[in-house]
């Protein structure tokens, strides 16, 4: 299978807390998305970093981008029970699809 | 928030009806897709569509099918419904060529298959 494994499957810290999570792909890539999803809700689109990117920010989240690893992650900083969700990374092989992983289900204790 | 909507949100029927789930995006996307998500679990791509009259086949094998008369419209239809069908339908769009396939997704409809 060509899906993004994001790891850990699931993390639970404290508001405040940095949360940190992996993302691993198979083969070379155009691009690789984050994408955030809602108990019960669709996904939010975070962040795109681009195969000859290393390192992307967007207010609280960065992204980076190890393509010799073929391996990317996202920290989100100073965590708020507001950010409790599924987050998953979806590697663009440029195929006309994105293929998701199972996601990391972050929980986030006020 | 992006313009794409879902209807119904929620889906409780008995087996064997039909049922047509309705996705509609206001923002002009050429492609349209469908993905089934059981809870805690990967999304599956079941359909996919390049633009109107163009519908192809996900990498999961479904029952169900799909149209694309309109660019705005992408509705999935279940012929016969059956408890295996229980899950939740993501629709999305994307306009490759503006922004790299970034996907918007609807809110999602949850059907339970009694």
């Known amino acids: 299978s060509q899906q993004g494994e994001e790891d850990p499957q699931a993390l639970s810290i404290q508001e405040g807390e940095n949360a940190t999570m992996n993302c691993s792909y198979k083969t070379s890539i155009n691009n690789l998305q984050w994408y955030r999803q809602n108990s019960g809700r669709g996904l939010v689109h975070l962040i795109l970093?681009?195969?000859?990117?290393r390192e992307k920010h967007s207010g609280r989240l960065r992204v980076t981008l190890d393509t010799s690893k073929k391996s990317s992650s996202l920290l989100i900083t100073a965590s708020r029970a507001a950010d409790t969700a599924s987050y998953f990374c979806?590697?663009?092989?440029?195929?006309?699809?994105?293929?998701f992983g199972t996601g990391t289900r972050l929980q986030v204790f006020p | 928030e992006a313009d794409i909507y879902q209807t119904p949100r929620y889906l409780v029927i008995g087996t064997g009806k039909k049922i047509t789930l309705e996705c509609s995006q206001t923002m002009g996307h050429d492609k349209m897709y469908w993905y089934q998500q059981d809870p805690g679990m990967e999304l599956h791509l079941i359909h996919y569509?390049?633009?109107?009259?163009?519908?192809e086949k996900g990498d999961l094998s479904s029952e169900s099918t799909v149209s694309r008369i309109r660019t705005e419209h992408f509705p999935l239809t279940l012929e016969s419904a059956r408890p295996s069908h229980t899950s939740q339908y993501l629709c999305?769009?994307?306009?490759?060529?503006?922004?790299?396939?970034?996907?918007?997704f609807g809110p999602g409809t949850r059907l339970t298959v009694l």
């Open positions: 970093i681009r195969s000859n990117e």
């Open positions: 979806a590697p663009d092989y440029n195929t006309d699809k994105l293929i």
């Open positions: 569509s390049y633009g109107v009259n163009s519908t």
């Open positions: 999305a769009s994307s306009a490759p060529r503006l922004a790299a396939d970034t996907q918007y």
